[in-house]
């Protein structure tokens, strides 16, 4: 069956799990709920075993120092922690990735005017677990993420250097996909005029 990817309810009230392998149509699951259902969706996963704290996500700079703190190992493609850990780790995973790994969560499509969030000094820009843009050597400038879209402004092919702050003052807004929404209306609250959330 698979993970959840969202819910519905049925007939008699009951709230149920849709999976990838469930079939959905054939349940009954009306067309408008299905689409409703695809916006849940779940990137971290956390598992426990052996006393041991298993973490899988993306990766996303700012989740290191926890890595470091911990001493976590990499185990195939997730970071192993000691159980005694889970404090840290789970408040790690809500500040980072806006969920702790405890299943589906609501996600939204976010409008970011990236100006405000370009530091000096920088060689990347990472909004919302994706890299947005990276300058690599030579002042060559590239979207860092397939998910990420430009949708106005002049991205330049070069800058004169590898510091991502000179694209400031080009206008450039970007569409950001599948963030959970308990993390945009985070960004929201902190840069009101540079984060719309897309219902």
Sequence with gaps: MGR???????????????????????????????????????????????????????YDPAFD???????????????????????????????????TGEGPVEVVNVHVKVDPFLTEGMNHLWLFNRKVFDAHYGGYVTVGDRT???????LPKRISKQDISELKGRGIEVLIPFVPRKLAERYARQKPNAIKIIE
Excluded: N
Excluded at 86 to 92: E, H, I, P, Q, S
Excluded at 149 to 154: F, T, V
């Design 148 to 154: 990420v879209s430009i949708k106005s402004g002049d």
């Design 4 to 58: 959840p990817i969202g819910f519905y309810t049925d007939e008699e009230g009951r709230k149920r799990p849709i999976t990838p392998g469930s079939g959905a149509r054939k349940l009954g699951v009306p067309k408008q709920s299905l689409l409703s259902a695809k916006t849940f969706m779940q990137r971290v996963h956390v598992t426990e075993k052996d006393d041991k704290l298993y973490v899988r996500c993306p």
């Design 65 to 99: 120092w926890v890595v470091q703190k911990y001493h976590a190992r990499l185990s195939g493609k997730s970071w192993v922690f000691p159980k005694s850990a889970r404090g840290d780790v789970k408040l790690a995973l809500d500040r980072i990735y806006g969920e």
